[in-house]
Protein backbone atom coordinates (compact mmCIF):
# COMPACT_ATOMS: atom_id res chain seq x y z
CA UNK A 1 0.00 0.00 0.00
CA UNK A 2 1.48 3.63 -1.12
CA UNK A 3 0.74 6.59 1.33
CA UNK A 4 1.52 10.14 -0.09
CA UNK A 5 1.36 13.01 1.94
CA UNK A 6 1.43 16.74 0.31
CA UNK A 7 2.82 19.93 1.76
CA UNK A 8 3.69 23.16 0.52
CA UNK A 9 0.33 24.82 -0.56
CA UNK A 10 -0.82 28.13 0.67
CA UNK A 11 -1.70 31.74 -0.38
CA UNK A 12 0.47 33.32 -2.72
CA UNK A 13 -0.25 36.68 -4.48
CA UNK A 14 -0.73 36.18 -8.54
CA UNK A 15 3.00 36.27 -10.22
CA UNK A 16 4.42 34.52 -7.34
CA UNK A 17 5.78 30.84 -6.67
CA UNK A 18 5.24 28.19 -4.61
CA UNK A 19 6.69 24.47 -4.62
CA UNK A 20 4.71 21.45 -3.45
CA UNK A 21 6.36 17.99 -2.35
CA UNK A 22 4.85 14.68 -2.07
CA UNK A 23 6.57 11.97 -0.06
CA UNK A 24 5.53 8.36 -0.94
CA UNK A 25 5.48 6.10 1.47
CA UNK A 26 5.15 2.10 0.83
CA UNK A 27 6.29 0.03 -1.79
CA UNK A 28 6.13 1.67 -5.41
CA UNK A 29 5.68 -1.06 -8.64
CA UNK A 30 8.67 -0.63 -10.75
CA UNK A 31 6.58 1.03 -13.87
CA UNK A 32 4.92 4.02 -12.32
CA UNK A 33 3.85 7.72 -13.18
CA UNK A 34 4.16 10.11 -10.34
CA UNK A 35 2.17 13.03 -10.80
CA UNK A 36 0.02 16.01 -9.77
CA UNK A 37 -3.80 17.00 -10.74
CA UNK A 38 -5.77 20.12 -9.82
CA UNK A 39 -9.40 20.68 -9.22
CA UNK A 40 -11.61 23.96 -8.35
CA UNK A 41 -14.43 24.04 -6.79
CA UNK A 42 -17.42 22.88 -8.91
CA UNK A 43 -15.08 21.79 -11.62
CA UNK A 44 -13.31 18.27 -12.43
CA UNK A 45 -9.87 16.58 -11.27
CA UNK A 46 -7.68 17.73 -14.12
CA UNK A 47 -3.83 16.67 -15.07
CA UNK A 48 -1.30 19.28 -14.34
CA UNK A 49 2.25 17.63 -14.50
CA UNK A 50 3.67 13.53 -14.85
CA UNK A 51 6.83 12.21 -14.44
CA UNK A 52 7.04 8.06 -15.23
CA UNK A 53 9.61 6.02 -14.15
CA UNK A 54 10.58 5.50 -17.58
CA UNK A 55 10.06 8.58 -20.67
CA UNK A 56 9.53 12.56 -20.56
CA UNK A 57 7.16 14.48 -18.73
CA UNK A 58 4.07 15.65 -19.05
CA UNK A 59 2.43 19.12 -18.49
CA UNK A 60 -1.24 20.23 -18.86
CA UNK A 61 -1.12 23.53 -21.72
CA UNK A 62 -2.04 25.88 -19.10
CA UNK A 63 0.83 25.38 -17.34
CA UNK A 64 3.95 24.82 -19.41
CA UNK A 65 6.79 27.26 -19.12
CA UNK A 66 5.53 28.06 -15.87
CA UNK A 67 5.92 24.83 -13.83
CA UNK A 68 8.59 22.24 -13.75
CA UNK A 69 7.53 18.88 -11.89
CA UNK A 70 10.54 16.98 -10.69
CA UNK A 71 11.55 13.57 -8.22
CA UNK A 72 13.72 12.42 -5.83
CA UNK A 73 13.72 8.56 -6.64
CA UNK A 74 16.14 8.18 -3.17
CA UNK A 75 12.82 9.82 -1.77
CA UNK A 76 10.43 8.53 -3.46
CA UNK A 77 9.34 12.11 -3.04
CA UNK A 78 7.62 14.69 -6.02
CA UNK A 79 7.57 18.38 -6.22
CA UNK A 80 6.27 20.79 -8.75
CA UNK A 81 7.55 23.96 -8.52
CA UNK A 82 4.52 26.87 -10.33
CA UNK A 83 5.92 30.22 -10.85
CA UNK A 84 4.43 32.99 -12.41
CA UNK A 85 1.43 31.85 -10.62
CA UNK A 86 -2.16 33.22 -12.06
CA UNK A 87 -5.43 33.48 -10.09
CA UNK A 88 -6.81 30.40 -12.94
CA UNK A 89 -4.02 28.58 -10.70
CA UNK A 90 -6.06 28.48 -7.56
CA UNK A 91 -7.15 24.76 -7.04
CA UNK A 92 -6.94 21.87 -4.30
CA UNK A 93 -3.67 20.13 -6.02
CA UNK A 94 -3.50 16.33 -5.13
CA UNK A 95 -0.82 14.08 -5.54
CA UNK A 96 -0.81 10.39 -7.72
CA UNK A 97 0.84 7.23 -8.52
CA UNK A 98 -0.04 5.34 -10.46
CA UNK A 99 1.27 1.95 -11.15
CA UNK A 100 1.19 0.30 -14.21
CA UNK A 101 1.08 -3.22 -13.92
CA UNK A 102 0.76 -6.47 -16.33
CA UNK A 103 -2.86 -6.86 -15.02
CA UNK A 104 -4.49 -3.07 -14.24
CA UNK A 105 -3.38 0.03 -13.14
CA UNK A 106 -3.35 0.91 -9.20
CA UNK A 107 -3.68 4.71 -8.04
CA UNK A 108 -2.69 5.84 -5.26
CA UNK A 109 -3.85 9.20 -4.06
CA UNK A 110 -2.78 12.54 -1.54
CA UNK A 111 -4.73 13.93 0.33
CA UNK A 112 -4.56 17.26 -1.50
CA UNK A 113 -3.25 20.62 -0.79
CA UNK A 114 -4.83 24.31 -1.59
CA UNK A 115 -3.11 26.29 -3.26
CA UNK A 116 -4.70 30.30 -3.55
CA UNK A 117 -3.23 32.62 -6.09
CA UNK A 118 -4.85 35.99 -5.06
CA UNK A 119 -5.26 38.95 -7.95
Known amino acids: QVQLVESGGGLVQAGGSLRLSCAASGSIFGFNVMGWYRQAPGKQRDLVAA???????NYADSVKGRFTISKDSAKNTVYLQMNSLKPEDTAAYYC?????????????WGQGTQVTVAS
Open 96 to 108: NVREVRPDRNYDY
Open 51 to 57: IPSRGST
